[in-house]
């Protein structure tokens, strides 16, 4: 569960600064959370959980 609390949270800040410092409009913001919605509903929702499980996992494994 931290998990994606943590990657809604890093997306939201990157969306807030795209539409503050890219010029991203605020409608363009509200069809990329619409899309996510739909996603998450759809038969791609478990790759894509899984997928972003994996590079998470990747992440997680770096050793500095």
């Known amino acids: ?6 990657a809604v949270l890093l ?4 969306v807030v600064l ?3 410092k890219a ?3 605020a409608g363009h913001a509200v069809v990329c959370i619409l899309l996510g919605f739909y996603l998450s509903a759809s038969s791609w929702a478990p ?3 899984d ?4 590079v998470a996992g990747m992440i997680g494994g770096i050793n500095f």
Not at 11 to 14: D, G, P
Not at 51 to 54: A, G, K, Y
């Open 47 to 49: 790759t894509i959980r």
């Open 23 to 25: 010029g991203l409009k």
């Open 51 to 54: 997928l972003t499980n994996s």
């Open 18 to 20: 795209l539409v503050r």
């Open 11 to 14: 997306l939201l800040i990157v």
């Open 1 to 6: 569960m931290a998990l994606s609390i943590s």
